[in-house]
C-alpha cells in the first residue's frame, strides 16, 4: 500500500527538455514524427553509441521506454506494414510517444525495435481508468506486531531498504480531478515501473490497426499482431544489468537489488523481499512467491515432525519383535512359503524377507499413526493461515477492493476471431460476438472425451506396468531360483526379486509418466483452445481443470495401485485370481509379509524425487542454455553496442501460462506430502530441501533468464486454493485407508489385544498367526512349479503344507480355507479406525478453521481507518475547494453554512445556492 518517492529531476525540467528535444528531431509535441510517418534519424547510429548500453530511455535521455515491440521487416510484407502504420499511428493518437531503432543498429542486423514512452497525461487518464490507487497520507497507524526474541531472526533479515522499498501510505483510487489530493512529489517517479508496464500494455491491447472509417472492433490489440507475425515480440524493460550496480543515476536498480538479496541461492536461509518483487514485477507474481515461501516454512514444522517419526522408527529398530521372529533361522527359517507366481516360482523361506521388514519398520510403525493425524492437522493450519498471510498481503498491497471484472469481461482475441455470430450485449449494448449452445456443447464434448482418452492411456499404462511387474517378478524368481534364500548379492546390497521388480517398475512408470505429461500439455491446450473460452480467466480456469485431473492420475495412480489394490485381490493357492485370465499365467500381486508399505514407500520416493529433480534441471539449465545460444552472436561481435531491449529481446519469453505451469507443480507436490504421507514420514523433508532451491531457482530465472513478465493484479493463488482444500479433505481419507489396509498396524494390535494366547500380550506368535496353511497336494498341477525351478532345500516328501499371506482356516476343517474369525475381526477393526481417524480428524479441522479467523484483527482495523481517512480527507478536500471557489466569486472565502464542517456532503450543495 505505498509507493516511492525518490527524485530524478523537476517535472517542469523534464518538460522542457522533451519540448527541446522534439523541436531538434523533428517530433511533435507527442513525440511521433510528423503526418504518422516513421522516418529514420540519420544520425541515430551516433546518438545510440552515446548510450549507455543499460540505457533505459529514448535518445534524448529524458523520457524512459516504458515497452518494447520489435519486427522484422519482411520483402513481402506489405500488409504487415500497412498494419503496423495504422496501429504505430493509432498509438500515436491514444498519447503514447515512439522511437524507432533502425535494423542497422540491432546486432542481427534485421530486426527493427520500437520504443514507447507514455507521458505523464496518459498515465494520469488510464490510472484513473483503471482505479490504481496511490498515496493521500503517511500511514499514521503505530506497528503492533511484536516477535518475541525477534533477534533470533536476525539472520535471516534483510536490509529494511530491500524489504520495505516504499514509505508506508493510505491510498485511495486516483482520481485526475483531484490530483493535488495525492502526494504526488515527481510526476516522472510517482507510478513504479510496473504500474506504468501496465497501463502501456491496456492500451497497446485495446488499440485496433484500422482505419477510423473501417472500424472493425475484431482488429485490434498487439496479441492478434503477435499471433499473425506483424511484432515479433512485446515486453516492458528490465531495468539495468543484474549482475552489477549501475553508476547511471538515471537508471534505477531494482533489479540489481533483486539478483543480490533474492535470486541467489547462498541467500536461501533469508527472508524474501516480496514488496520488492511485488513493486517489480506486480501483485500477480508477487503472490505466487508470497504463497511459495509461506508454503516452505509450514514445510519446516511437517519436516521436523516426519523426522522425528522417522527417527523413532530408527530407535526401535532392534526392538521389533516379528521381524526378529522372520529373521530366525529357527521361526523364519523354517517356516516354508507358498510360490508367489505360477510355474516359474518356486517355494521359498519367509526368511528370505528380512531385509525388506526392517526397512519397513521405518516407515510402519507406531508414530504412523501419530504422524497420518498430525499432516491432517497441519493441512488445515496451512491453510487457514494462509488465508490470513493473504489477507494482510491483500491490505498491504492495496488489492482490499481488487475485482477482477475487468479479466472477466475483456474478450479474447481468439474467441472475437472464430465467433462469427453477433447478438446485443445488455450491458454495454453494443453487439458482441458470441458461441451458439450448440457448438458451445459440442465442442465440451469432445474435450471431454479427449480427456476421458488420455485419462484411460494412463490407465492402459499403468496396467502393462502391473504386467511387467508380474512377468519380469516370474523371470527374476527363476533366474534366482538356486540361491540358498532367493536372494543376490549387488554391490553390497541384498537384492530379492520383490525388491528388484518394485524399483524398475517404479522407474518404467516414471518415465512414462514424463512422456505422457509432455504430450498431454500440448494437448491440454488445443483443446481448450478448441473450446474458443470467452474471456482469459474462463481460458485460465478451463485449462487448469483439465491438466490437473489429467496429472491427479497421471502422477498419483501408481502409488494408489501399490496402496489400495496391490495385494488385496490375490485368492488363496489352489484359487488364485489372475490379472486377464488363468491361461495368460499372471497372477495378481502379492504383498510379502512385511507388508506393502515399503512398496509405496519406494514408489512414492521414486516418482516424487525424480519429478522434483527433472523439474529443477528443466527450470534452471534449458532457460540458460536457450539464451546462451541466442546471444553468441552478440558475443562475437563487441563492437555492436548490444543495447538493453536487445539483451532482453535475446531473453526467454515469460509466456502467460509461466505461473500456470508454477503452481502445478507445486500443487503436485502438495499432494505428495498429504496424500500418502503416512507410507512416507520424510515426504515433507524432501518437499522442504525441494522447494527452498525452488524459491531460488524461480527468483533466478525470472531476474535474469527471462524477460521482465507484463505487470497484473491478483488477490490471491485463484483456483489453486480450492484445488489445494480439495487435496487437503482427501488427504485424511487416503492417509487413513493406507493405515487401515497398506499398514500392518491394525492386524498387529488386533493379535496383541484380542489373539494372543498368552496371560501377558507381547507380539511373540505374531508371524505364524498371520499366515495361513496349505496343504501343498492340494495346488493344481498346471500352476505347480516346474521341475528344477524348486530350491535344493525343498523336499516334497518332506514338506508338505506351506504358508500363505492371508487368515483361512486350514485344510481339513469344516470351513476349509474359507476366512476365519480372525480377518472379520480385523476388517471390523480397520473400518472402526476409518471412521474413527476421519471423524476426530475432521472435527479439529472444523475447529481449528472455525477458531482462526481469516483477516486478522489488525488488518480489519486498519481497512477501516483508511477507508474512514479517504471519506473525511476527501471532504475535507472538498471543503477546501469549495472555499477556494467562493473567495474567487468574492464571498471572502467564508461559506455561510455552518454545517459545511460536519462530514455531510449534501450541504456542499446547499452551500453553492
Known amino acids: 500500500m505505498s509507493r516511492g518517492k525518490v527524485t530524478v529531476g523537476s517535472p517542469q525540467d523534464t518538460l522542457i527538455e522533451m519540448s527541446e528535444t522534439a523541436s531538434q528531431t523533428g517530433e511533435d509535441n507527442n513525440g511521433f514524427y510528423p503526418n504518422s510517418e516513421r522516418i529514420l534519424l540519420q544520425d541515430a547510429k551516433v546518438d545510440k553509441h552515446h548510450q549507455s548500453k543499460d540505457s533505459v530511455y529514448f535518445r534524448d535521455g529524458v523520457r524512459r521506454v516504458d515497452f518494447v515491440l520489435s519486427y522484422v521487416d519482411e520483402k513481402e510484407g506489405e500488409r504487415k506494414q500497412e498494419r503496423r502504420k495504422l496501429y504505430e499511428a493509432n498509438l500515436q493518437k491514444a498519447g503514447l510517444e515512439l522511437e524507432l531503432e533502425d535494423k542497422s543498429e540491432s546486432e542481427d542486423g534485421k530486426t527493427y525495435f520500437l520504443k514507447i514512452h507514455v507521458p505523464w497525461e496518459v498515465l494520469a487518464t488510464y490510472a484513473d481508468v483503471l482505479k490504481i490507487k496511490v498515496p493521500f497520507k503517511i500511514n499514521d497507524i503505530p506497528e503492533s506486531r511484536e516477535i518475541p526474541a525477534s533477534w533470533l531472526f536476525t539472520p535471516f533479515r534483510l536490509p529494511g531498504d530491500v524489504m520495505n522499498p516504499e514509505p ?40 485496433p490497426y484500422n482505419k477510423e472509417d473501417k472500424l472493425n472492433k475484431d482488429k485490434r490489440g498487439i496479441k492478434r499482431l503477435l499471433n499473425n507475425g506483424t511484432y ?24 540489481y537489488s533483486l539478483y543480490r538479496y533474492w535470486a541467489q541461492f547462498f541467500r536461501f536461509y533469508k527472508e524474501q523481499p516480496l514488496n520488492l518483487v511485488r513493486r517489480y514485477y506486480g501483485e500477480k507474481i508477487g503472490i505466487y512467491f508470497a504463497w511459495l515461501g509461506f508454503y516452505t516454512e509450514m514445510l519446516f514444522y511437517a519436516a521436523l515432525v516426519g523426522l522425528i517419526c522417522f527417527i523413532y522408527g530408527l530407535a526401535t529398530y532392534d526392538d521389533v519383535v516379528w521381524t526378529k521372529e522372520i529373521c530366525d533361522e529357527k521361526i523364519g527359517g523354517e517356516i516354508v512359503m507358498c510360490p508367489l507366481c505360477d510355474k516359474k516360482c518356486g517355494y521359498w523361506k519367509l526368511n528370505s524377507t528380512c531385509n525388506s521388514t526392517w526397512q519397513s519398520h521405518l516407515f510402519d510403525n507406531t508414530a504412523t499413526v501419530f504422524f497420518a493425524i498430525f499432516m491432517g492437522i ?57 458461441l451458439p449452445v450448440t ?58 526379486p520383490q525388491l528388484a521388480t518394485s524399483v524398475t517398475a517404479s522407474c518404467i512408470n516414471f518415465v512414462i509418466i514424463m512422456i505422457l505429461n509432455f504430450l498431454y500439455e500440448r494437448v491440454a491446450i488445443w ?80 516418482v516424487m524425487a525424480g ?31 548490444y543495447s538493453r531491449w536487445e539483451q532482453d529481446y535475446d531473453l526467454q519469453n515469460f509466456s502467460q501460462f509461466g505461473l500456470f505451469y508454477e503452481y502445478l507443480e507445486m500443487v503436485i507436490q502438495f499432494g505428495f506430502i498429504t496424500l500418502f504421507v503416512a507410507s512416507f514420514p520424510l515426504a515433507p523433508l524432501l518437499a522442504l530441501m525441494n522447494n527452498i532451491l525452488e524459491v531460488r531457482v524461480d527468483a533466478w530465472k525470472l531476474t535474469t533468464q527471462f524477460r521482465r513478465p507484463v505487470s497484473s493484479k491478483a488477490h490471491s493463488i485463484g483456483a489453486w486454493e480450492e484445488i489445494l482444500n480439495m487435496i487437503a479433505v482427501f488427504s485424511v481419507v487416503t492417509n487413513a485407508f493406507i ?36 496343504n501343498i497336494s492340494q495346488i493344481p498341477s ?94 475535507n478536500y472538498e471543503v477546501e475547494k469549495l472555499k477556494v471557489q467562493l473567495s474567487q466569486n468574492g464571498s471572502g472565502g467564508e461559506c455561510i453554512c455552518p454545517e459545511v464542517a460536519t462530514v455531510k456532503h449534501e450541504v456542499l450543495s446547499e452551500c453553492l445556492t
Not at 562 to 571: I, N
Open 611 to 641: 519429478k522434483q529433480v527433472w523439474g529443477n534441471i528443466q527450470e534452471a539449465l534449458l532457460p540458460w542454455i536457450q539464451n546462451w545460444w541466442s546471444s553468441r552472436k552478440a558475443r562475437n561481435h563487441p563492437e555492436s553496442l
Open 739 to 774: 493405515v487401515a489396509f497398506t499398514s500392518e498396524i491394525i492386524p498387529r494390535l488386533v493379535y496383541l489385544y484380542a489373539y494372543y494366547p498368552g496371560s501377558e500380550p507381547t507380539m511373540e506368535g505374531y508371524i505364524k498367526n498371520s499366515l495361513s496353511i496349505f
Open 168 to 207: 508506508d501510505y493510505f491510498t485511495a483510487h486516483f482520481d485526475k480531478s483531484k490530483i493535488d489530493f495525492f502526494l504526488i512529489e515527481n510526476k516522472d517517479t510517482f507510478f513504479p515501473s510496473s504500474t506504468r508496464n501496465r497501463i502501456v500494455y491496456y492500451i497497446l491491447s485495446r488499440c
Open 782 to 875: 498346471a500352476h505347480r512349479p516346474d521341475d528344477g525351478e524348486n530350491p535344493a532345500w525343498f523336499n516334497s516328501s518332506i514338506i508338505t503344507t506351506c504358508r500363505y499371506r492371508d487368515y483361512r482356516y486350514p485344510a481339513g476343517d469344516e470351513n476349509e480355507y474359507k476366512h476365519n474369525m480372525q480377518f472379520w475381526h480385523i476388517l471390523a477393526a480397520k473400518m472402526a479406525f476409518i471412521i474413527i481417524m476421519e471423524h476426530v480428524v475432521f472435527v479439529v479441522k472444523f475447529f481449528v478453521a472455525w477458531l482462526i479467523p481469516d483477516v486478522p484483527s489488525d488488518v480489519k482495523a486498519r481497512i477501516k481507518r483508511e477507508r474512514y481517512l479517504v471519506h473525511e480527507y476527501l471532504h
Open 232 to 255: 515479433t515480440s512485446a515486453f516492458p524493460l528490465h531495468d539495468c544489468s543484474y549482475w552489477t550496480k549501475s553508476q547511471d543515476p538515471n537508471c534505477e536498480n531494482e533489479r
Open 378 to 434: 497441519w493441512v488445515t493450519l496451512f491453510l487457514e493461515f494462509w488465508k490470513r498471510r493473504q489477507a494482510r498481503l491483500e491490505y498491504e498491497w492495496d488489492l482490499v477492493d481488487f475485482e477482477e471484472e475487468q479479466q472477466r469481461l475483456q474478450l479474447r482475441p481468439e474467441y472475437e476471431t472464430k465467433c462469427t455470430s453477433r447478438r446485443l450485449n445488455r450491458v454495454t449494448q453494443e453487439m458482441e460476438p458470441y
Open 527 to 606: 483443446i481448450t483452445d478448441m473450446e474458443i473460452p470467452k474471456t482469459h480467466l474462463e481460458y485460465e480456469n478451463k485449462l487448469t481443470v483439465k491438466m490437473f485431473l489429467f496429472q491427479f492420475v497421471n502422477y498419483y495412480s501408481s502409488c494408489f495401485y501399490v496402496a489400495f489394490f496391490k495385494g488385496k485381490f490375490v485368492g488363496y493357492p489352489g484359487k488364485y485370481e489372475y490379472m486377464f485370465s488363468k491361461s495368460s499365467g499372471l497372477r495378481n500381486e502379492e504383498c510379502d509379509p512385511g507388508g506393502c508399505l515399503i512398496e509405496l514407500t519406494t514408489q512414492l520416493v521414486i
Open 439 to 496: 457448438s458451445k456443447c459440442a465442442r465440451s464434448m469432445l474435450s471431454g472425451a479427449t480427456v476421458l482418452f488420455w485419462i484411460s492411456l494412463i490407465i492402459a499404462s499403468i496396467i502393462g506396468v502391473i504386467a511387467y511387474r508380474l512377468a519380469v517378478f516370474a523371470a527374476l524368481a527363476s533366474v534366482m531360483k538356486d540361491s540358498p534364500t532367493n536372494k543376490m548379492e549387488l554391490v553390497g546390497s541384498i537384492i530379492t
